[in-house]
């Protein structure tokens, strides 16, 4: 059975759901038997590579608050995030284009690391405070997880795997993906959005148990 996951590196919902996900599998019976196959997803196709201006300032003006209430927000989030055990810094965060961090996970994908890649990418992110929009930052990243350096930087200057997004990003619109995360299970069920374990696990026992009729 296969499991889709639609994301973006710079949603915070996104590595949430994506560990209840995996805490999920780790509870369920037949975890060997599901391939989880990540897909890409950009929540700001036109965001900049470089801004200057931080997250809370963005959130401020995008709903309508005050900078505090962004920024007491983004602690409510970073304890929901520390209760699975993730370390957000989202005041380190570093606002910028997710389209080349995606293609750098399609490189991965020929080497059987885009999971690999997009996990370094999300704490890149929220915990680390990178740059996930600069080339040099994703070449590093990507020799951290054992890829080429020069590999993965030709890729990204050349602007290779650009029709891999964009093939990831139709898929989701005939699926009707408006936001993410997004998870389709067997191409039957959907969870949308950073849902409890629990539902996650109802959810694969359904599928599976439909899938093995």
Not at 96 to 106: E, M, P, V
Not at 133 to 148: F, M, N, Q, Y
Request: net charge negative; with cysteine; glycine share 8%.
């Amino acid at each position: 059975m296969k499991i889709e996951v639609w994301s973006d590196f710079a949603c915070p919902f996104c590595y949430i759901g994506k560990r209840r996900l995996e805490g999920a599998l780790e509870q369920f019976g037949h975890g060997g038997d599901i391939e989880v196959q990540f897909r890409s997803f950009e929540l700001d196709p036109n965001a900049k590579r470089d801004v200057d201006y931080n997250v809370n300032e963005m959130l401020a003006k995008k709903y309508g608050m005050t900078v505090e209430q962004a920024a007491a927000n983004n602690r409510s989030l970073t304890e929901q995030a520390k209760a699975i055990g993730l370390d957000y810094h989202m005041d380190k965060s570093i606002l910028t284009n997710s389209f080349d961090a995606h293609r750098l996970t399609h490189y991965a994908a020929q080497f059987g690391k885009r999971e690999e890649m997009a996990e370094r990418l999300f704490k890149a992110y929220f915990t680390d405070g990178l740059h996930i929009g600069d080339h040099e930052t994703l070449a590093g990243l990507a020799v951290e997880i054992g890829l080429d350096r020069e590999g993965a930087l030709a890729a990204l200057k050349n602007d290779e795997f650009s029709s891999e997004v964009r093939e990831d990003e139709q898929l989701a619109a005939q699926f009707g993906v408006r936001g993410v995360p997004f998870f389709v299970l067997d191409r039957k069920y959907a969870v949308s959005g950073a849902q409890p374990t629990e539902v996650f696990l109802q959810a694969l026992e359904k599928a599976y148990s439909e899938s093995k009729a």
